[in-house]
């Protein structure tokens, strides 16, 4: 150890901190702070500091406590030396409660709470003697990930009922990402227990629902200051007219239809950006439909779909765009259902083009001459 001192000492500052982001900020942390003064100033500017994650992730996406030997030492001796610049912490349940007790965090203003039971959940946001409870008009941003691997008894509301209690105790938060777990899909379900609190602070939030129809009792006046709304939603979409809605993200692993695209094209009428990913093939898409208009779509990105949504959106006899979108999309894809830039011309004729190949037509040129060509390499 104390040669591998000697060789940090000998590197000037701007190489270590080359060297030190290439770890995370607790191995930075664990490592450096107390072996001298010159590695202690390092392990303390705030690009180690400020943003900490005391959990240890897999490679298939499930997070655990650290050991606790490194607890002890995060606890006893790193933290109460850190505290003032520590801004958001990424916790597990398990040592939660733990690191929050260690020391004040006067500037911590972001908590991430990884793999967390249901239970837990309820239980963490209801009890008054929890010490997630003394921060409560101090954070203004949460994520959460809730685990039901190994419950026993999961009532399918347990998520409705965490998301109210989140937002009743955190008075101030401006940020709530309630997304479902990467590992386990448990999706907002509002039908048998509808959200209850109101929010005049909250400003973006992420959900996955299970229908269209828990999206509209988020939109019903619960947040009036809301600007931002994510939500990843089942493919089964009711109707309803959203003015406020300005982009959409579309994900699922069952074909998007031209219906599905009318329909929502009608619900959100004022539509800027559209950003869909799906590589499952439609069903009817040789039927003769209704032409979808998007007067107001300024950014439209398909490069992750298959050809079956290219022809989707370029095609002018199935969707009509306005004349200044920028597109990015896949450009093999493009040739493929234009034969080689020959047939039917863009929709709009969109003025920006992305592409993925190096080796881009002069046809597109005079297919679409108002198109400016952006390659992605």
Request: hydrophobic share 35%; aromatic share 12%; net charge negative.
């Amino acid at each position: 150890m104390k040669y591998s001192c000697v060789q940090w000492n000998d590197l000037p500052d701007e190489i270590l901190m080359i060297i030190l982001k290439n770890l995370t900020n607790a191995e930075v942390l664990y490592s450096l702070l107390g072996v001298n003064k010159r590695l202690n100033n390092i392990a303390v500017d705030p690009v180690f500091t400020n943003n900490l994650s005391l959990v240890m992730s897999t490679s298939d996406g499930l997070v655990y406590s650290l050991s606790d030997p490194i607890l002890d030492r995060f606890c006893l001796y790193i933290l109460p030396k850190i505290h003032q610049n520590i801004e958001w912490l990424h916790l597990q349940s398990r040592s939660m409660e733990r690191i929050l007790r260690a020391t004040n965090f006067p500037n911590l203003y972001g908590i991430s709470l990884h793999n967390i039971q249901a239970k837990t959940a309820i239980d963490l946001f209801t009890e008054q003697t929890t010490v997630i409870h003394t921060l409560k008009k101090q954070l203004l941003s949460f994520i959460i990930d809730i685990s039901t691997k190994g419950t026993e008894c999961y009532k399918r509301d347990n998520n409705a009922i965490i998301f109210n209690h989140i937002l009743t105790m955190f008075t101030n938060l401006q940020y709530l990402n309630f997304d479902r777990s990467s590992i386990y899909d448990d999706r907002l379900f509002f039908c048998m227990r509808r959200p209850t609190v109101v929010s005049t602070n909250l400003l973006e939030l992420h959900v996955s629902l299970h229908t269209f129809d828990d999206c509209l009792y988020l939109l019903d006046g619960h947040f009036n200051q809301l600007h931002s709304l994510y939500v990843d939603v089942t493919n089964n979409f009711p109707g309803g007219i959203f003015k406020s809605v300005h982009q959409v993200s579309l994900f699922d692993e069952r074909p998007f239809e031209h219906e599905f695209f009318l329909q929502s094209a009608q619900s959100f009428p004022f539509l800027e950006k559209l950003y869909e990913c799906n590589h499952e093939r439609q069903m009817y898409k040789e039927c003769s439909k209704s032409i979808i208009k998007y007067p107001y779509l300024k950014q439209l990105d398909i490069i992750c779909t298959c050809k079956d949504y290219h022809k989707q959106f370029l095609f002018d006899t199935k969707t009509c765009l306005s004349f200044d979108v920028h597109v990015s999309m896949d450009y093999e894809l493009v040739k493929q259902v234009t034969c080689n830039f020959t047939r039917i011309k863009f929709v709009g004729d969109p003025e920006n083009f992305c592409g993925e190949t190096r080796e881009l037509s002069q046809h597109i040129k005079s297919y679409s001459p108002r198109t400016q060509i952006n390659c992605l390499l």
